[in-house]
């Protein structure tokens, strides 16, 4: 039977990020319930709070387990990654989905999020953004660690936010990265790690290096984007890896993206001497 309740549901996929909004909805009094995906969430991590595997084809049952834990509120998180929908694990209710999702998958990654976020708001159940079930993870704006970007930064910053405005209206990705005006890497299906270690691997003529620093990793939203989900997010890892890449800093979108433990990742910044810096959508124009 079904608890009514104020607990907020976590559909949790790989990363930190579902952790992350786990631990602050607690700190902040909520009770929470994490419905872990199998084989993309993280066992260890998940085991620390209230929680549930599934499939990604167990609609019903995840149906049925955020209900019975009474939550009012749900949220997806964390890395999930396109199914091989032939080869998906389904009760009755994921295979009475599966054509709409299949069709909407059809159309690009925001049409598919916003198919399934659909069938849990027609349950009752209120989806809100990783942002709202987690405010202290939202960037802020201006420069957040000891070092910021120098007027030669902005032209990179401008031109990065340009080209992943470009990706995002044709639901492509998030990020990409510039240096001195030249577009190194830009972002797909492999995400933000994969494409910083590219950049790592091109010849130093083309990009700075830990010794002499050049260019900025840019994340931003897309254009019209379902902004309940995915969300750019940055992380200790994302600093490291900009970092090896012989980088200048990471230029986020002020208010519309996640830093996951935010004094962890400014320090990783400060320690590499590069910046994180959180632009406003008013100052560097995409159009």
Not at 27 to 42: D, K, T, W, Y
Not at 148 to 153: I, M, T
């Amino acid at each position: 039977m079904a608890v009514s309740g104020n607990t907020l549901g976590i559909i949790a996929g790989g990363g930190d990020l579902p952790i992350a909004i786990a631990k602050s909805a607690q700190q902040c009094g909520r009770p929470i319930f994490v419905l872990a995906l199998e084989g993309m969430a993280s066992t260890t991590a998940v085991s620390a709070f209230p929680h549930a595997f599934v499939s990604l084809g167990e609609l019903g049952k995840a149906i049925r387990l955020l209900k019975e834990a009474g939550c009012s509120e749900i949220t997806l998180a964390g890395k999930v990654s396109r199914p091989e929908f032939s080869r998906l694990k389904l009760d009755a209710r994921g295979a009475l989905a599966l054509p709409r999702v299949m069709a909407a998958a059809a159309k690009g990654d925001d049409a598919l999020m916003r198919s399934v976020l659909a069938i849990f708001e027609k349950e009752g159940m209120q989806v809100v953004g990783s942002a709202d079930a987690a405010l202290g993870l939202l960037a802020p704006k201006g420069a957040l660690g000891k070092y910021a970007p120098a007027e030669d930064d902005d032209g990179d910053i401008l031109h990065g936010i340009r080209v992943v405005a470009t990706l995002g209206a044709l639901d492509i990705g998030q990020g990409a990265v510039v240096c001195q005006g030249l577009v190194l890497a830009v972002e797909a299906a492999e995400g933000t790690d994969a494409m910083l270690t590219r950049v790592a691997g091109l010849p130093g003529a083309l990009r700075g290096t830990p010794e002499h620093r050049r260019g900025v990793l840019v994340k931003a939203t897309k254009p019209h984007q379902e902004r309940r989900v995915d969300l750019p997010v940055v992380g200790v890892r994302t600093m490291e890896l900009a970092s090896a890449a012989g980088l200048r800093g990471v230029a986020i979108e002020g208010g519309a993206a996640l830093i996951v433990d935010l004094p962890r990742v400014v320090e990783a910044a400060d320690r590499s001497g590069i910046f994180l810096f959180g632009f406003s959508p008013e100052d560097y124009p995409r159009g």
